[in-house]
């Protein structure tokens, strides 16, 4: 399976919209900052203003500063202490994180928790962003647990679709404690 | 029957098909003659023993199932029975049943003549003369001849090669509930699910207008037969012998 | 040391008639079971490595069961160097005395769970409950259950028995209690939203979480969960204490064997390639870090399980609660998980709650009475547990065990002697032929005793003819 990296991220892409995922891709001529801004701008839509949105990674801050909007947003950093910061998130509308890798073979991103990454942004809010590099994307979820296991943080999780449930009547509901909607944005790093 | 070879065997005609379905046996009598078989039946038979094995009464099992290996053990003719059920009883439990009591050799001499008469049929040639007009049948295959014997096409194959059109019943893959003396200690769930099966044939009944179920385990279709006609609904319910030997046609 | 499992004290009959009487449970039932046994096997049809992967993970498991001593020995060592603390519990006492110890010890008022069939088995809601610490489930159907008083009647769905308007009912109780409005109808995705947001606030103010685990990694002493709600991220992610309470057969040894295992639950459960969210966790939260718990327990469980170990049984510890079996049974699909009286329903559940927990008669007769032995369980394993075998085996030891009814037993003795004879046969039909004349009223039997009057109760039975076909036969190619 060293397919790769466009035929990795098209079979990313197929899997990950199965599960009502959304995605966006940086183009050429635009900076990341700029894919951003149009993500979110989609994003948005639907979400009364301000929207509260979280940016927590330094790398996620620093994009942030870039960031040009239409709509009127509140970004959502680190509060002086870890119940307010909390609080802060669980406040909010829209969370992003930096995916550590994702599987083309099941339409995954994995999140770890480190000194300068949360998983609150893709648990609380109703909305989740993915910035995925498409270097990182593997091809089965082998390689990923590989990559886990070498790293091993306290907490990690795999994301692989919206929060849902059958519960009632085995009707399919999706946003029940964690995200309705999901989207990844795909770009390319120097790695590339 | 020209230029067909013809072949010795034996008639495991099951207990059900002896004592309540005779002329299911009779066809298949008929449909084997038809198809270059000579039939020979030894009455020491009595039944395979599965009703008691299922129910976890081995001692019972093993001793059905030595009066089956006498009865057959005389000649070296492939045994054709009809029943998946049985068969499979015979290919998958006797090994085990048996083999405190008989070597391996023994056990292996009858296990590897058993053959359902569906499959038995597969592998002849089909009659010659198939039906001008397109009967259509609803087809209920037996669990074991799907999971254990692992036949799943030779009943609805040797249907459509003598003409028949073969409609599938919706959920076709869950148990009709019979399940030996289940249908007996556990009236009420083997009947819903028979209702389950009964009102998915009745599907089929009225989007194709299937006239007859067909199936080639005698148990099961007695179970689904006796419910429909307590329910006062006599739709026709065939063995699958019954449609196969030319006479019937 | 065999196990404990809870029971319904309710006999066979009640549990089995009160399911087949709601006609709502049975319709909702068909149609999700139906759905998802088909998106079994989809998935794993149009995906090629699926079932390369799950052969290697029944290999996996099956080593890790014959090498569980070990195991569990290099899992306490691993969990207690990432900072965890490991305790072990014999059986379900044992194991629920332990959780209320630890939420004692840290004045603990409010525990949310996420979804775990090990906590049903210990009864852990009520142990905890006994020593004032309120209990929360998170998981939508776990939630509409433990409003209803009830038990989750399917692994993968527990309230799948309860329609939308009876969970409105269940709601609008709870907003009455909190003094809000009810909804305005029983809308399932109002419903859903309503759950969203009263759990919450027990998310977010809760003193203590609690899980279970799919499986544990002994190489690196780490917990997955896999959930679709997100539920398992709130639990272990917020409250600043942790309890995972994990079956010793759920440890795996290596992440390598994680590897080929970790889909095969959602692909033979759901039908997909993964569920929403696999959560792993490898230790109590970093200083510097914002998520998890401030201490981490894991509550290793005995239960039973070490017993099967080595036996011909041991096979079944390698269930990964996929719940496929349950989604093929006709019998489960017919009755629901209630009728079991056990918290492990359909076929897996038969064997597990009669061989974790020998000493219940009305587990045993489970295995007569509730199954039709079509092996469709065994056919859709994933694990490639033979369940209708085991069935089988358990029917086998409750008539060495005289467990049944003593005319039951007779029957079958007097049916099997007669019939291992060719003379024997001939005199039932005798006898069957004389007794039909007496049975039959208006050309058809009505009754007829023992067994046989089973079938009579709701099907008719064709009489035997004049003329069998041996003797039709003996007289056409007769001697
Ligand atoms: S026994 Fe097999 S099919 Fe049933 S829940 Fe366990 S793993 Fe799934």
């Known amino acids: ?192 | 029957m020209s230029g067909r070879e013809i072949s010795d065997v034996e008639l495991f005609v099951t207990c059900l098909v002896d004592l309540v379905r005779p002329q299911a046996g009779i066809a298949a009598v008929a449909a084997l003659e038809e198809r270059g078989c000579r039939v020979h039946f030894s009455d020491q038979q009595t039944c395979c023993g599965q009703f008691a094995y299922n129910a976890g009464h081995v001692d019972q099992a093993r001793a059905m199932a030595l009066n089956f290996v006498q009865a057959f053990e005389g000649s070296t003719r492939p045994i054709v029975a009809l029943s998946g059920s049985c068969a499979a009883m015979v290919v998958e439990a006797y090994p085990k049943l048996l083999k405190d009591v008989l070597s391996e050799t023994a056990i292996e001499r009858i296990v590897s003549r058993i053959v359902e008469l569906t499959q038995w049929l597969q592998s002849s040639d089909p009659l010659e003369g198939a039906h001008e007009e397109r009967i259509r049948v609803a087809y209920h295959l037996g669990c074991h001849m799907r999971r254990l014997l692992r036949a799943e096409d030779s009943g609805q194959e040797v249907l459509r090669q003598q003409g028949y059109e073969v409609v599938e019943l919706g959920d076709a893959d869950q148990c009709c509930g019979f399940g030996g003396t289940f249908s007996m200690s556990e009236p009420e769930l083997s009947t819903a699910m028979a209702d389950a099966k009964i009102a998915a044939l009745k599907e089929v009944r009225q989007q194709y207008g299937v006239t007859a179920l067909v199936g080639a385990d005698m148990g099961c279709l007695l179970h689904l037969a006796g419910r429909m006609i307590r329910n006062g609904d006599d739709f026709d319910v065939k063995y699958i012998s019954e449609l196969l030997a030319g006479g019937s046609r | 040391m065999s196990g404990r499992l809870p029971y319904d004290p309710r006999p066979w009959r009640v549990r089995r008639d009160s399911a087949l009487g709601n006609s709502s449970m049975r319709d909702t039932l068909q149609r999700v079971a139906g759905r998802l046994s088909k998106a079994k096997s989809t998935a794993y049809g149009d995906y090629q490595i699926a079932d390369k992967w799950r052969l290697a993970g029944v290999a996996a498991k099956r080593r890790a069961i014959s090498q569980i001593d070990e195991l569990v020995v290099q899992v306490i060592g691993e969990i207690e160097r990432h900072g965890g603390k490991v305790h072990r519990a014999r059986d379900a006492a044992e194991a629920v005395r332990c959780v209320v110890e630890v939420a004692q010890k840290n004045g603990v008022k409010l525990a949310v769970k996420s979804k775990s069939m090990v906590t049903e088995e210990i009864e852990l809601n009520k142990g905890l409950e006994d020593a004032g610490v309120q209990v929360v489930e998170t998981d939508l159907g776990e939630y509409i259950i433990q409003l209803a008083h009830e038990k989750p009647s399917h692994i993968l769905a527990p309230a799948i028995h309860r329609n939308r308007g009876q969970v409105k009912e269940l709601f609008d109780v709870e907003a009455d209690r909190q003094g809000m409005a009810h909804l305005a109808n029983a809308d399932i995705e109002q419903l859903t939203q309503f759950a969203r947001q009263q759990l919450r606030q027990e998310f977010l103010s809760a003193d203590m979480g609690v899980t279970g685990g799919n499986f544990l990694v002994a190489e690196t002493g780490t917990i997955v969960l896999i959930t679709n709600e997100g539920n398992a991220d709130m639990v272990t992610s917020l409250p600043p204490l942790l309890v995972s309470i994990v079956g010793i057969e759920k440890i795996v040894g290596t992440w390598d064997d994680l590897s080929y295992l970790l889909q095969q639950p959602a692909l033979s459960g759901v039908g997909q390639r993964l569920s929403s969210y696999t959560t792993f966790v490898s230790g109590p939260r970093d200083e510097s870090a914002m998520d998890g718990p401030d201490q981490w327990h894991v509550v290793l469980l005995d239960n039973g399980r070490r017993n099967l170990v080595g036996t011909p049984e041991e096979s079944i510890l390698s269930c990964i609660r996929c719940g496929a079996c349950l989604n093929v049974c006709p019998v489960f699909r017919q009755i629901g998980g209630h009728a079991y009286g056990s918290v492990y329903p359909g076929p897996i559940g038969i064997v597990v709650s009669a061989n974790l927990d020998p000493s219940m008669p009305s587990f045993l007769d489970l295995a007569s009475q509730a199954c039709s032995m079509c092996y469709a369980c065994s056919e859709v394993c994933p694990m490639d547990i033979p369940l209708a075998d085991e069935i089988l085996t358990l029917r086998n030891h409750r008539v060495k065990t005289m467990a049944e009814p003593l005319l039951v037993r007779r029957t079958y003795e007097m049916w099997g002697r007669l019939w291992s004879t060719k003379a024997g046969y001939q005199k039932t039909i005798r006898i069957a032929r004389l007794g039909q004349r007496f049975l039959i009223q208006k050309k058809k039997l009505r009754w007829a005793p023992g067994l046989f009057g089973g079938w009579l109760k709701t099907r008719d039975m064709p009489l035997i003819p004049p003329e069998t076909f041996r003797e039709w036969w003996a007289k056409t190619h007769g001697e």
């Open chain 1, 1 to 192: 399976m060293g397919n790769n990296v466009e035929e990795r991220v098209a079979q990313f892409a197929i899997n990950w919209q199965r599960l009502s995922g959304k995605i966006m891709r940086q183009d050429l001529q635009e900076t990341l900052g700029e894919a951003l801004s149009r993500a979110l701008e989609v994003i948005c839509t639907g979400v009364p203003e301000p929207a509260a949105i979280i940016a927590w990674e330094p790398f996620v801050q620093d994009l942030a500063r870039t960031v040009r909007l239409d709509c009127q947003v509140e970004w959502i950093g680190r509060r002086a202490s870890r119940a307010n910061s909390i609080a802060a998130m669980a406040s909010a509308d829209i969370g992003i994180n930096v995916a550590q890798w994702a599987v083309a073979d099941t339409g995954s991103v994995a999140l770890y928790v480190t000194p300068e990454a949360t998983l609150y942004p893709s648990l609380l809010p109703k909305q989740h962003l993915v910035l995925l590099d498409v270097a990182d994307i593997v091809p089965t979820v082998r390689e990923g647990l590989m990559e886990l296991r070498k790293h091993l943080p306290q907490l990690a999780k795999i994301i692989t679709g919206p929060s849902m449930s059958a519960d009632i009547e085995g009707q399919l509901q999706i946003g029940v404690h964690g995200p309705q909607s999901v989207m990844v944005l795909l770009w390319a790093s120097d790695r590339n």
